[in-house]
């Protein structure tokens, strides 16, 4: 499994974008990116998941250089509730018995 | 997160003891997930089940725990002898079809049961 590093902790403002990046140098041809948020006392919940190039949803953006060796999970106007743990999961065959890295504290002030 | 129930939310035990844990799926999902996450750390994979099948045990130590995914009823994580190196949050998490790129399926977590050893 490809070993993933992140920021340790973000601060950011109310209605500004966020950006993590995720490295994860040794990405396997086959493997994906699927980033998770987490917040206290809760479960994860997935929010984007991608292979190359530009991922968007309803809640996020992942861009994804043609390298693959990293990627950034972009939140647009974050608010408050985004404060959150969030986590770079790399996986291929068997997503269920990945783990987790550290992942990044992002923390929103008004 | 809607969806995976675990019980307790909080358990508590003494050294020596027996903790149980319980996990049910989303309805209609085979698949189970267990992951231990201490503090301040990411999810670490324990082991994967499929309906009275563990499939994968590599995450889980080799001693005093065990899991078990029944026909009927929740899945159990079960720890013996607990120390106070267990005390962690527990999270199961569930899917439908195998947790692969293969079947592009999501797995959803529950709110996980944290374990105090005391």
């Known amino acids: 499994l490809a070993k993933t590093t992140q920021p340790i902790s973000m601060d950011s403002y109310e209605g500004q974008e966020v950006n993590i990046t995720c490295s994860h140098n040794n990405i396997a041809t086959n493997d994906y990116i699927t980033w998770y948020q987490q917040f206290p006392s809760q479960g994860p919940r997935f929010i984007i998941q991608g292979y190359k190039t530009k991922v968007t949803n309803e809640v996020a953006s992942l861009f994804i250089p043609a390298d693959r060796k990293s990627s950034t999970l972009s939140l647009p106007r974050v608010s408050l509730s985004d404060t959150a743990v969030y986590y770079c999961?790399?996986?291929?065959?068997?997503?269920?018995?990945?783990?987790f890295g550290d992942g990044t504290t992002l923390t929103v002030k008004p | 997160n809607a969806g995976v129930m675990q019980n307790p939310r909080h358990l508590v035990r003494r050294r020596g003891q027996e903790a149980r844990l319980r996990c049910s799926p989303m309805?209609?999902?085979?698949?189970v997930y267990w992951y231990r996450q201490l503090p301040e750390e990411g999810l670490k994979f324990m082991v994967y089940?499929?309906?009275?099948?563990?499939?994968?045990e590599s995450g889980m130590p080799k001693e005093r725990f065990s899991a078990e995914f029944p026909k009927e009823g929740p899945s159990i994580l079960r720890i013996q002898q607990v120390v106070r190196g267990d005390s962690a949050a527990y999270f199961c998490a569930s899917s439908f079809r195998a947790w692969d790129r293969s079947t592009n399926t999501e797995a959803f977590f529950g709110q996980g049961t944290r374990l105090t050893v005391v």
């Open positions: 309805k209609g999902h085979s698949h």
């Open positions: 089940l499929q309906k009275e099948n563990i499939i994968d």
């Open positions: 999961l790399v996986w291929g065959t068997n997503a269920g018995k990945s783990t």
